[in-house]
């Protein structure tokens, strides 16, 4: 087999080999440079370089690497949501780390290369290259779940995500390869062209395969019944880590499903069928078992497992309008839910911290600022306007009944009347609710001021002019639509 090194452009994937330097580069230095702060905002710059790298392809599509890389403005807008996650991770997770004696330089490289795999899942048209995107996030997540080594709970936390993600990827690995064996290839492309006549002559392979790989991505983005591992893994995992893995690697997923179902199987009713159920479930059993936590890192865990549902809706949905809105509900999710998870980093840093619902109490008095910001993260979550998240879901639940999915839009409204309750239980800890001691104080610095600012002015910005982000969102799906 010749090589067409024409088809060979790694300047497309300019961010990805900054960050995997970069990455290197830190576990080579990390024991030599004692000072932490100097490899932590190399790290943080470095995101802000692929940040700016991948700006640069908006509205300007290239493909290589035999086309199995695509660089559009889907992947363009998604490796921005990666990028902009791991930066606000990385800003809230110094604090904590050196409270809990946990700083160390490969946490940051493990960051940085979990964002890689990201990436490379969001820009990929070819489901063996996806699926070594998915490895390539995965295997960082199971050490950052553990990362707290002395910690039975993160020990647990690791050991368990471990072992899931190892299951799910069985489960999707043998839906791809049922999927070559009914097309002959891997190439979305190829496939989504010969569809009808795959469907016709290699049906049982087809459905088979497509049905395995959404339940591998099931697993990743928290669906009901592949929940299972959720509340636990992200109450034991340290708490940035958990805000990392309630937005980054659920995005990552959604972005590799949408590529796999609106572009290689979009003319497949079965899957619709499929998806109108997962998400009926996913809502419906996320936010009914939300409401009974009392520690509120598995509180938003739960939470997290009925956002994923919402987003189900609109791939239940299809067409340019609801793919655009799951776009924009996910870029405005980064926001808020990274908000609140700063919130309870901040508290959650204090020595003998369980980050209960009821360590809030107090916060109005000591901190009305913080108390105020966490009001505002939990209303979004609960989508109230004018937040992001209201007009997130709004656009969603639209295009549903627009569709002619009244009842699931139906069933997601309801659901979202649900969410009120355990969101407000927070708000109501912080300004009504007695502490039992005196509040504890709380340290601020200056990374985690600019990690609020971010995720403040971020809610509110997609929340006041919803129709530019949403316009901008639909930019990503001229490639597919």
């Given at each position: 087999?010749?090589?067409?090194?024409?088809?060979?452009?790694?300047?497309?994937?300019?961010?990805?080999?900054?960050?995997?330097?970069?990455?290197?580069?830190?576990?080579?230095?990390?024991?030599?440079?004692?000072?932490?702060?100097?490899?932590?905002?190399?790290?943080?710059?470095?995101?802000?370089?692929?940040?700016?790298?991948?700006?640069?392809?908006?509205?300007?599509?290239?493909?290589?690497?035999?086309?199995?890389?695509?660089?559009?403005?889907?992947?363009?807008?998604?490796?921005?949501?990666?990028?902009?996650?791991?930066?606000?991770?990385?800003?809230?997770?110094?604090?904590?780390?050196?409270g809990r004696s946990l700083e160390r330089p490969e946490f940051y490289a493990l960051l940085l290369f979990s964002a890689v795999g990201m990436m490379t899942m969001a820009s990929s048209s070819d489901l063996i290259v996806i699926f070594l995107g998915l490895e390539i996030m995965s295997v960082p997540l199971y050490v950052m779940a553990g990362f707290a080594r002395h910690d039975p709970n993160s020990n647990e936390s690791g050991i368990k995500y471990f072992i899931i993600g190892a299951f799910a990827t069985a489960f999707l690995l043998y839906g791809i390869a049922l999927i070559y064996g009914a097309a002959g290839t891997t190439d979305l492309r190829t496939i989504a062209a010969e569809l009808s006549f795959l469907r016709v002559h290699s049906g049982l392979f087809l459905y088979t395969g497509a049905f395995l790989v959404l339940i591998g991505f099931g697993f990743k983005v928290a669906a009901v019944p592949f929940h299972m591992w959720v509340p636990d893994v992200y109450q034991g995992a340290p708490t940035p880590v958990t805000a990392y893995f309630s937005v980054a690697p659920k995005a990552a997923g959604f972005a590799a499903l949408l590529r796999i179902l609106i572009f290689g199987f979009a003319q497949i009713p079965e899957i619709t069928s499929l998806l109108w159920i997962l998400a009926f479930l996913t809502m419906t059993v996320g936010n009914i078992l939300a409401i009974y936590q009392s520690n509120i890192k598995r509180m938003l865990a739960y939470s997290s497992i009925a956002h994923a549902g919402y987003i189900l809706v609109a791939l239940t949905a299809g067409g340019e309008g609801a793919v655009s809105s799951a776009v924009y509900y996910l870029l405005a999710y980064t926001f808020f839910n990274l908000g609140a998870f700063t919130v309870i980093t901040i508290i959650d840093s204090r020595i003998g911290s369980n980050a209960l619902i009821d360590e809030m109490k107090g916060l109005s008095g000591c901190h009305p600022y913080l108390a105020a910001l966490l009001a505002l993260f939990m209303l979004a979550l609960s989508g109230f306007p004018p937040t992001a998240g209201f007009f997130g879901k709004f656009y969603i639940f639209s295009e549903a009944v627009r569709s002619g999915y009244i009842w699931l839009a139906v069933i997601g409204v309801m659901n979202s009347f649900v969410s009120v309750y355990y969101y407000f239980r927070v708000v109501v800890a912080a300004y009504f609710g007695k502490p039992e001691q005196e509040f504890r104080p709380v340290a601020y610095r200056p990374a985690l001021l600019l990690a609020l600012l971010i995720t403040a002015t971020g809610t509110l910005l997609l929340g006041f002019f919803p129709q530019y982000w949403v316009e901008l969102s639909r930019a990503t799906m001229f490639p597919f639509l």
């Open positions: 087999m010749r090589i067409d090194l024409s088809t060979i452009n790694p300047g497309i994937i300019a961010p990805e080999i900054l960050l995997l330097a970069v990455g290197m580069l830190i576990l080579i230095a990390g024991n030599i440079i004692k000072n932490r702060g100097v490899i932590a905002y190399t790290a943080f710059l470095a995101l802000l370089a692929a940040i700016f790298l991948s700006i640069q392809r908006w509205n300007n599509p290239e493909s290589g690497f035999y086309g199995m890389v695509q660089v559009d403005n889907f992947a363009v807008l998604f490796k921005v949501i990666f990028l902009s996650a791991s930066a606000i991770t990385l800003l809230m997770a110094r604090n904590y780390l050196q």
